[in-house]
């Protein structure tokens, strides 16, 4: 089954709003935070596209980065992975928070921004969850934790002010 993008997009109020977007994969209707930094096209079509989602919660003092990669593979009903990352604020490197978003034009055929932040402790301080197709999963299940956690972006002045946001949020204006 292809993915259905549903276009429900509800707001959540905290101490910043964020919204919160739903899609269905295999059936199941996983709730994503945030906005979308946009959905890019894959280099060699596998996977198909990646669509990058990012939510600053100041409740609970977290980023959280959603990664949706569409693939092209006709032999499953289900051709789409999902990966969750979470970090709290006072994991983050505050000396690895750059100013300005990185620009890349050979990764995807999309030219896009990303912004990454990197873990303090490198055991284990980022919370992965994954949802990976064709193993037979319906749910976010724990995954290996990466170092850094990666949030993409189709326009320049979304990644900036992103940034901006988190630097003013940390208190490293």
Same mark, same amino acid.
């Given at each position: 089954?292809? #993915? #259905? ?8 109020? !905290? ?18 935070? +945030?906005?979308? +930094? ?9 996977? =198909?596209?990646?669509? +990058?989602? /990012? =939510? ?28 969750? /990352?979470?970090? !709290? ?23 896009? /921004? ?13 919370? !992965?969850?994954?949802?990976? !197709? ?7 299940? #724990? =995954? ?7 949030? /993409? ?21």
């Amino acid at each position: 089954m292809r #993915l #259905l993008l549903i276009g429900c997009i509800c707001l959540f109020i !905290h101490t910043s709003a964020f919204s919160q977007v739903s899609i269905v994969v295999n059936g199941i209707i996983f709730s994503i935070p +945030g906005k979308t +930094g946009g959905e890019l096209m894959g280099k060699t079509g596998n996977p =198909a596209t990646i669509e +990058g989602f /990012y =939510a600053i919660d100041t409740t609970q003092r977290t980023l959280t980065s959603t990664v949706v990669k569409r693939f092209e593979d006709f032999e499953t009903n289900d051709n789409v992975d999902v990966d969750q /990352y979470t970090i !709290h604020f006072e994991d983050i490197d505050l000396n690895e928070v750059f100013e300005i978003p990185i620009y890349d034009d050979g990764t995807f055929k999309t030219p896009h /921004y990303y912004a990454d932040f990197m873990a303090n402790d490198l055991n284990e301080s980022i919370e !992965h969850f994954a949802c990976i !197709h064709g193993t037979g999963s319906e749910q976010l299940t #724990l =995954a290996e934790s990466p170092l850094w956690i990666r949030f /993409y972006f189709l326009e320049e002045e979304e990644a900036t002010a992103f940034i901006q946001s988190i630097r003013t949020t940390l208190n490293l204006k």
